[in-house]
């Protein structure tokens, strides 16, 4: 006798009602870099797909799977974009989908919508590279692209650090406009809107660049001085390569992706650096098989390319409080 199979489907707002912190997420986010780095995680690089190489669909998309053993959780997260959705559709820009699947059977537990879930555990990792390698006293941020991961950045970072000043710019005004007015109303902090990347990295401490560009946000006249710490995040080509000289050491999140997806492929691809000149994964500073900030001089590249395995741990926890909570629906499968 066939046993059924049901899935338990749960939106963005389900996802959203179990309540999980920026803390707890930071938490599973460490637990799962460290084990990474002790061989307990598959998490392979992102199966990149571009539909815009032979089609007019404006779309690109990751699938990145991942296997953790320490709760015995593999899955899938699948997502992608298409930057006029917003303006031309009422979507989303960013559409993401975790499905969690019993390792053992391999029938799926779950599917449940990921851009919140995304943005948090993205966040999370910042707050965590802020944590182990901004300088300390650090006070002052700069972000550069004010979509909707922003917030969470900002988020991560207050967790871990006392700003007195955050500066921020976007092409996109309506989107600078948004993130402040939510920014005002979930934050105590002074918001300051700048009119030029330039603008906003002058005198900061720590800058943050979370954009979807294809040509570099820093570069030549915006190398930022008096930066400490710089997180480039995510999948595009933010960084310049004028950049190379501002650097004393760099850190990724994967050794493996970080050569063709995000800030450093193209230094890559160029011959520009090599896997020599990556100094540690985070994972192995979190262990502590190597040293974060070593002096206050070091001005410190950290380029966060996201691991489907940090998307795997906060989509188990969301599941799991889901079920107790009753949320969502299930439905049959087989």
């Known amino acids: 006798m066939?046993?059924?199979?049901?899935?338990?489907?749960?939106?963005?707002?389900?996802?959203?009602?179990?309540?999980?912190?920026?803390?707890?997420?930071?938490?599973?986010?460490?637990?799962?870099?460290?084990?990474?780095?002790?061989?307990q995680v598959l998490s392979p690089p992102k199966v990149f797909l571009d539909m815009r190489l032979i089609s007019e669909h404006q779309c690109d998309a990751d699938a990145m799977p991942a296997y953790v053993k320490y709760i015995d959780m593999c899955g899938l997260k699948w997502i992608g974009a298409n930057w006029e959705n917003r303006h031309k559709r009422g979507l989303p820009n960013v559409i993401g989908i975790v499905i969690l699947n019993d390792p053992e059977s391999f029938a799926p537990l779950a599917i449940m919508s990921a851009n919140w879930l995304t943005a948090m555990r993205t966040g999370a990792a910042t707050g965590l590279a802020v944590r182990e390698l901004a300088r300390k006293g650090s006070k002052s941020l700069s972000i550069i692209g004010t979509g909707y991961e922003a917030k969470f950045q900002l988020m991560a970072i207050s967790e871990v650090i006392k700003l007195d000043e955050v500066k921020v710019f976007d092409i996109d005004g309506d989107a600078m406009e948004a993130f402040l007015r939510n920014a005002n109303q979930t934050s105590h902090?002074?918001?300051?809107?700048?009119?030029?990347?330039?603008?906003?990295?002058?005198g900061t401490d720590l800058v943050v660049t979370v954009t979807s560009s294809r040509v570099p946000v820093l570069d030549g006249s915006t190398s930022p001085d008096t930066a400490n710490l710089i997180c480039s995040l995510g999948t595009y080509s933010e960084l310049g390569e004028k950049l190379m000289g501002w650097y004393d050491k760099i850190v990724v999140d994967t050794r493996e992706q970080t050569k063709s997806e995000g800030a450093l492929a193209d230094w890559f691809a160029k011959g520009l650096i090599s896997n020599g000149d990556i100094y540690a994964e985070l994972g192995e500073i979190l262990t502590g098989r190597k040293k974060g900030r070593i002096s206050d001089d070091e001005r410190i590249l950290c380029v966060l390319t996201g691991l489907g395995c940090e998307d795997i741990v906060v989509a188990n926890v969301v599941?799991?409080?889901?079920?107790?909570?009753?949320l969502g629906k299930r439905i049959k499968l087989f």
Not at 319 to 326: D, N
């Open 2 to 39: 066939r046993n059924e199979v049901e899935v338990l489907l749960l939106s963005e707002e389900d996802v959203t009602s179990t309540g999980l912190t920026m803390s707890q997420c930071m938490k599973l986010v460490e637990e799962v870099l460290k084990a990474r780095a002790n061989g």
């Open 189 to 202: 902090l002074e918001i300051t809107p700048c009119k030029s990347v330039k603008e906003a990295i002058e």
């Open 319 to 326: 599941y799991r409080v889901a079920k107790e909570k009753g």
